[in-house]
């Protein structure tokens, strides 16, 4: 079976854009192809059968895909049995059953989603050709349940993001922003285009109807020929669900081939399937029209009862009722065979394993043979649109700038009226003294806690974009890292503006930048730290929990509670952990030294030079360099382990 073309006129003239890009003909025209026309795909699938395995089984870890067939016979639990069906251009296939049935795994399976934990055998064909699960990575879109998004976007600039790195890199900008217009436009986004997507508790955005709504568009954005979507009226009223299924309906008359499972629709959403495909206890119980499906259950003398409907009735009659499973996985049984051995069934079956090339299976894919499929958009594009899109989730978020600044600001009066024209006396010096770490505890636990929930909040949307092709992990973390350094080095330096002089610090101006300087690297190594929090925490409330303890050894071995020479040998490795250590080593030799009189009116134990105070601490002034070194690398060090534990996190994707 050859491949096929829409013939429908194409959305952007090739001629007139050539001059945008300088790469060859063929791939600009490529490039506008894929957007001007949707090729039309059959889609098959043949002798799908899944087992998940037990834990022990997978001593891999997340390195092991499970898929081959030599484990196809392990020990495990069957979720999908001998499935075979069929999805074809502009129709809409939903695929129905019981909860637990296997509809998801079904569809994750079809969409080369699985979990590593599952022993997958079976073939895909598409136009009757075997195909790998890369093969269609530019024609494949799936709409899964869950809509996840960066709330504080507007709807516009979600769809600009994705058109930079989701739409092929010939595609000029022009172009790109072209086809979001008429995405906005075929989806019916237009009047909330504008409007903030929203956040849950916290901004109030769009609706739950034009959130899915904007999930499609996101993926028809590149025109897809094939659709899967994952119970897309889940958690939507009646009205809002029969929006979406038009919406479906839609793209399935532009020439597309739509596959969804759909919870309990209702009579009305049933009369709008072209086929159903129904499944059972892991099952094929049906594949078909309605009036086929009708047919069907009539001949097993099973009707649907007048005025009821039948969609609910087919899952009812499907599915396995508590304290009755064996008699109701007889009855599916029956059923199933049934429809195995009925002229609809066997027809099914034999053009699902119809092919015209030599056999592809499953485990070719899963067993690492497979070539990894190329980003969309250069390194340098991805780079650029999560750059901006980093940018402009931070200064939309009031509780990122404002508050921040606010915060810090108040802060920073406080502690300068507190503390306000010390003199070098014994009690100046205690208070200096004191005052010095408060800026580095201050700054750690300020920026710390402000970042312990950036990469864990936002690991679920990172997780499927990732997962999606849409950019590389390194690209996401640079790119939050840059676009938050302005804010955590202006924090730092209102605190020290505000502060230096109102006290009394050192008054030399060379002082003050060291001074400044020091407390940059202080704050952001404690946001470095944070981001190694937050990439080791699956949630914000365990990010939070765990980054208060950890700082106890920071804070510990900072040199002010405790004289660096008295700590145990078999701690004193933690104390290099400590950025307080050098940190405040380094500003408390920016202060003394150099000082040569203190007022001591007759004590004593006051120090009479700040030398005396430097020796007092074990500080000395060649140390200034090397400590501030040792900040850099502890900045790169916690980045790069926040950076690693995030790359392991898309390894373990299940």
């Known amino acids: 079976m050859g491949k096929r073309h829409t013939e429908a006129e194409p959305l952007i003239s090739l001629s007139e854009h050539r001059s945008y890009n300088s790469n060859s003909n063929e791939e600009v025209e490529n490039a506008f192809k894929s957007l001007s026309y949707s090729e039309k795909i059959t889609f098959t699938w043949s002798e799908v059968n899944v087992f998940i395995l037990e834990s022990k089984s997978s001593s891999n870890g997340f390195f092991n895909c499970g898929f081959n067939e030599n484990c196809a016979n392990s020990q495990g ?36 989603r699985s979990s590593s934990r599952m022993v997958v055998s079976g073939l895909r064909c598409a136009n009757g050709v075997p195909i790998s699960s890369n093969a269609l990575t530019n024609k494949l879109a799936y709409v899964q349940q869950d809509d996840l998004f960066i709330g504080t976007l507007t709807v516009k600039e979600h769809l600009i993001f994705q058109a930079l790195v989701r739409m092929d890199r010939n595609i000029p900008y022009k172009q790109r922003m072209e086809r979001v217009k008429e995405v906005i436009a075929e989806l019916g986004l237009t009047k909330c285009e504008n409007t903030t997507i929203g956040i849950k508790g916290r901004i109030k955005g769009i609706s739950g109807g034009e959130m899915k709504r904007l999930s499609f568009a996101a993926e028809v954005l590149t025109n897809p020929s094939l659709m899967f979507c994952d119970e897309p009226t889940s958690g939507l009223d009646s009205f809002m669900a029969m929006n979406i299924v038009q919406v479906l309906k839609k793209l399935a008359h532009l020439g597309k081939t739509v596959v969804c499972t759909i ?97 592809y ?106 997962r999606n092709g849409m950019y590389r992990t390194d690209v996401y973390f640079l790119s939050k890292s840059i676009a938050e350094l302005p804010l955590f080095i202006a924090i730092p330096v209102i605190t020290i503006c505000i502060c230096y002089y109102s006290i009394g610090l050192n008054p030399n101006v060379i002082h003050f930048l060291i001074a400044a300087g020091i407390l940059i690297l202080v704050a952001n190594v404690a946001v470095s730290f944070g981001y190694f929090v937050s990439c080791l925490s699956n949630s914000v409330d365990m990010a939070m929990s765990i980054a208060g303890p950890m700082m106890i050894p920071v804070m510990l071995f900072g040199g002010f509670f405790i004289n660096l020479d008295s700590i145990p040998k078999y701690f004193r490795w933690l104390s290099y952990l400590s950025w307080l250590r050098y940190g405040y080593e380094g500003l408390m030799v920016n202060q003394w030294d150099g000082i040569n009189y203190i007022n001591c009116t007759g004590s004593e134990t006051c120090p009479k030079n700040g030398d005396v105070i430097l020796d007092t601490y074990h500080f000395s002034a060649d140390n200034v360099t090397i400590n501030s070194i040792s900040l850099l690398g502890l900045i790169c060090l916690f980045r790069m382990l926040a950076y690693l534990v995030l790359l392991l996190k898309t390894y373990s994707i299940d």
Not at 87 to 112: C, F, M, Q, Y
């Open 77 to 112: 639990k069957q979720i999908l049995k001998n499935v075979s069906g069929i999805a074809r251009p502009g129709e809409l296939l939903a695929i129905l059953g019981a909860s637990g049935a296997g509809k998801t795994t079904l569809l994750n399976v079809l969409t080369a």
């Open 263 to 359: 919870h309990q629709p209702s009579s009305e959403l049933y009369a709008m399937f072209d086929k159903i495909l129904l499944v059972a206890e892991g099952r094929v119980a049906f594949l078909g029209t309605t009036p086929e499906a009708e047919v069907f259950f009539n001949s097993l003398d099973a009707p649907c009862p007048p005025n009821y409907n039948p969609a609910d009735y087919y899952i009812q009659l499907l599915a396995v009722v508590p304290g009755r499973e064996e008699s109701c996985k007889q009855a599916v049984n029956m059923i199933c065979d049934a429809f195995a051995r009925s002229d609809c069934g066997v027809k099914v079956a034999v053009e699902a394993a119809t092919v015209e090339k030599e056999e």
């Open 361 to 466: 299976k499953f485990g070719d894919y899963f067993n690492g043979k497979r070539k990894t499929t190329p980003y969309k958009a250069s390194w340098c594009a991805q780079f650029c649109a999560v750059l901006w899109r980093s940018w402009l989730s931070l200064i939309k978020e009031p509780l990122l700038m404002k508050v921040r600044i606010i915060q810090t600001f108040i802060m920073a009066v406080v502690v300068a009226v507190v503390y306000f024209g010390q003199t070098l006396t014994e009690e100046g010096v205690m208070n200096i003294n004191g005052v010095i770490y408060l800026f580095l505890t201050n700054m750690t636990f300020q920026n710390l806690f402000s970042v312990v929930h950036v990469f864990c909040a936002e690991l679920p949307v990172f997780l499927r974009e990732h």
